[in-house]
DNA sequence: CAGGTAAGTTGCAAGCAGAAACTATTGCTG
DNA sequence: CAGCAATAGTTTCTGCTTGCAACTTACCTG
């Protein structure tokens, strides 16, 4: 990664996604709040006691979230003071980046294990480590990446396809 | 996820490292930043200049990376005036937290291929979406996943030490 | 109806982000 | 060596964001 074609880098990283994607996440509570959506935290005053987070920053994220796509919004039925923040398929799509980052913080950061662990349901043993793999499962480090146009992907079987 | 066990969740989540990661990372231009390191930006007016971030915001920010031990900082000996920023083995470690922030990014905000395109080297087909994988490599979802106490973890193969 | 719960909103103080100008070294050129 | 440009910051000032506490509005429960 890097080397002969460094100028054009330059270029290419105008259109990344990744500033698209930090506008909907980078900011202060969004993923701690992703997170206890995905612990099972639905209402308004669970997340406010469970993450200590001010309410009117909580409303002022949750508002963002449900504009972003990431969380649903719906009053329940059976009792109308309470609404239900769900994650929609977007949101649950941030599982391996929320995973990720989490595995580089127990890793490099709190250096523990970190119990409790995610399981796999079936057989109760740890997930693995998130990694970045070639279309055939082999794990990619620094130096096994490069970036592509357009001209110079091998177009067999294109990955991307297949998520949209 | 979630379900019977719905009550301990509150407690588990207070030591996850997900607050620790954020603390390194979760500031408003620190991803952009880590995105500049990989793609070969090292000095001050690169990223200055690429990312149009505010100076005294950059030198905050590189200083931040630089304490957190995921950049590195180093005067150049050739010319005295420079110093390089490089990414430490903590900082290349995201690399998986990115890609999968980007790809989500592409799919959910952007929605296009986006290329140039990450590919690998040795074959120029594009990388695979980040996933969560069972420690075989079997791909898991939403419904796949358990947190789970010491005594609930099969034991025999724990990735998690390989990586430590 | 009284009292409590849920989901916000408002007002205010402190801190952080951003733009522009300034500084301090170091290197380059004549 | 003098003068100018490049590099990596720092300073100053302004405006937005964060955070706390109190208030509000709708709804449920006895």
């Known amino acids: 990664m890097g080397g002969a074609i460094r100028e054009s880098l330059r270029e290419l990283a105008k259109d990344c996604s990744l ?8 900011e202060r509570w969004s993923f701690l709040i992703l997170r206890g959506s995905f612990n099972g935290l639905n209402h ?23 504009d972003k796509g990431i969380l649903e919004r719906r009053p329940c039925p059976e009792d109308r003071r309470k609404i239900e923040y769900r994650l929609t398929d977007k949101g649950y799509a941030l599982l391996p980046t ?14 523990v294990p ?8 079936r057989d109760r043993r740890p997930i693995a480590q ?19 146009l357009p001209e110079d992907v091998a177009d067999d079987v ?6 949209e």
């Open 130 to 148: 998130v990694t970045v793999q070639a279309h055939d499962g082999r794990v990619l480090h620094k130096g096994d990446l490069l970036w592509a």
């Open 98 to 111: 929320m995973i990720a980052l989490r595995q580089w913080g127990e890793r490099w950061e709190t250096c």
């Open 19 to 26: 500033p698209a994607a930090l506008e909907a996440m980078g």
């Open 44 to 66: 308004f005053e669970e997340f406010q006691s469970e993450l200590g987070i001010a309410r009117n920053i909580l409303a002022n994220r949750l508002a963002r979230l449900v």
């Open 114 to 121: 970190a119990f409790p662990v995610l399981v796999d349901a």
């Open 158 to 163: 294109p990955e991307m396809r297949a998520a």
